[in-house]
């Protein structure tokens, strides 16, 4: 097996786990690019599971298809990508993947305690966050979302 191995849409979506509709629509989309073999069947690039198992992972983190589609536009079509190109998908990521990190990282350390938004309804409010001062920062929960 290789990279370039054609596959057809059963292998793709048995292995993705994605739906054949959920896969025809991204083709749709130009996520991932189909070719037809001379028995006129629809086959796809095995490295095409990378790209969607790549849209998977960037659903997970809460973008949206836009963004994924932005990404997945500097990669080639007809061909598998290199590393090099899987990395400069990967580093252009990078920093949105860092600040939900940090998000993550804020929410599991306070989300037990005061989280500042103005609720006043737990005793540690009265000393974390008197008389609301975290409101004077703007809306919401401001000791989750205001970046340290
Ligand atoms: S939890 Fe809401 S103000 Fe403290």
């Not at 932005?70 to 190109?85: C, I, K, V, Y």
């Amino acid at each position: 097996m290789n990279r370039n191995d054609l596959i057809s849409i059963g292998i793709l979506a048995k292995r993705t786990g994605l739906a054949v509709s959920a896969i025809r629509y991204y083709e749709e989309r130009g996520l991932v690019v189909s070719v037809r073999t001379g028995g006129n069947q629809r086959r796809f690039l095995r490295s095409d599971i990378r790209r969607l198992s790549f849209i998977l992972i960037a659903q997970k983190l809460g973008l949206g298809l836009a963004d994924i589609e932005n990404e997945l536009a500097t990669l080639p079509d007809g061909r598998s990508p290199t590393l090099l190109e899987w990395q400069r998908v990967s580093r252009s990521l990078r920093k949105e993947i860092d600040s939900r990190i940090q998000l993550l990282t804020r929410t599991r350390n306070t989300l037990d305690g005061c989280i500042g938004c103005g609720c006043l309804s737990l005793d540690r409010c009265a000393l974390m966050n008197k008389e609301d001062r975290a409101g004077a920062g703007g809306t919401g929960p401001r000791y989750v979302l205001d970046q340290a």
